[in-house]
């Protein structure tokens, strides 16, 4: 039995050498136009539906009402799984990517970017 228990614990502290995550927070701004798409909400929901995109939250004090589009403050926090990859690539396309959502017609930012890995 103890040999047992020496071999799972063995196996559950083996690294993966293949494995590579590291996750950052951005937070962008998006003009979302109240003609086309949807609504706030969904904007939002559009955005988490997109790969790699971990979570989507609205920055409190970031929302502005204005004729004909509303301005949202957005944190978004995403994985990129390859390494060599530069995070400035794949925020750009990150952009390019919620700027094919209807209602979104501008992006602006990164204001802030943060490794939120967990460092081991």
Known sequence: MKRIYE???KY???EDPTYFQKIYKIVLRFHITK???G???QTQQDV???PDVLTVISVRG???ELPG???SDLAIRFRVSKRGIDP???IADLKKRCLSIKSVVRIDGPYEIDDVSRKT
């Open 48 to 50: 988490r539906a997109i």
């Open 7 to 9: 071999n799972w614990r």
């Open 12 to 14: 559950l502290t083996e």
């Open 69 to 71: 589009k509303y301005l």
């Open 88 to 90: 400035k690539i794949a």
């Open 39 to 41: 609504d706030k909400g």
């Open 62 to 64: 970031g929302q502005k």
């Open 35 to 37: 003609e086309k798409g």
